[in-house]
């Protein structure tokens, strides 16, 4: 457990950098700036690493699946019945993609390093992904739903600043929009079906599985036309947010901008 402690370090370190260049950043030289995203996301990918060997390596339960460990967990927003909390769930797909996220994200700034060198706002660039970074780390290690929805929405405000990175250039301007305004789109179901799940749950818990206990009866989960919808919705906001077919191709056409900036555009692209 004890290097499940310093999990929230995984959040934290980004979070900093993103600050740090954010608000000081033109005042350091390119080299300066670069240097501390990059340690940074070293340090994170690292630090994934170490949880993932000592997640993996850990023993089984009696039934052979991998314990579910939530190291942190705390209430931000209280509200009646249901809660908003914030914390840091590490399951099996949660601690891979903690390793995907962080090793992708450490060879896009490195490589960036060297593209662009030399680039107006590349100190700028460095806090976006950053930013970007942190995002999707804390998507994929919610503790429930609500958080989820939380960085879901970081990571698209940080896919307009980069697909918008040269602002200057029209291009660049109406291909961050135009990424922006579908994915809210893509947002508002994944929104409603979030409302939809608290109110027939009275959670926004991942634990599915169980009774949950509604009124005076008890009913498994959500029975009926409720379960399709809040299935829809979170399929139309999957399906919608990566500007696919079934939303008009939208990202073709986003790159446009962010092609200018070519270490986003693969990084958007699947992770984004």
Known sequence: MEIY??????????????????????????????????TSLGLVTVLSYLTAFAYFGADRLDDGTYATIVPYNFTWLPLGNLHFDMGILLDPISVMMLIVISTVSLMVHIYSFGYMHGEKGFQRYYAFLSLFTMSMLGLVVATNIFQMYTFWELVGVSSY???????????????????????????????????????????????????????????????GNA??????????????????????????????????????????????
Not at 5 to 27: C, D, N
Not at 207 to 212: D, H, L, P, T, Y
């Open 161 to 223: 600043l980069l697909i918008g990175f040269y602002y200057p250039l029209k291009p660049a301007i109406a291909a961050s929009k135009k990424a922006f305004i579908v994915t809210r789109f893509a947002d508002m179901f994944f929104l409603i079906g979030i409302l939809m799940f608290g109110y027939y749950t009275d959670s926004f818990s991942f634990s599915f599985a169980g009774n949950i206990v509604m009124g005076e009866g008890t009913t498994p989960f959500i029975a």
């Open 227 to 272: 379960a399709k919808a809040v299935a829809a919705a979170g399929f139309l906001a999957a399906r919608c947010h990566g500007g696919s077919d079934a939303c008009f191709c939208t990202h073709p056409r986003c790159y446009d901008g962010g092609s200018w900036c070519v270490p986003d555009c693969p990084y958007v692209s699947p992770l984004g």
């Open 5 to 38: 402690s310093y999990s929230f370090l995984i959040l934290l370190l980004p979070a900093l950098s993103f600050v740090i260049l954010a608000l000081v950043g033109m005042k350091m030289s390119h080299k300066t700036a670069g240097l501390i995203g990059t």
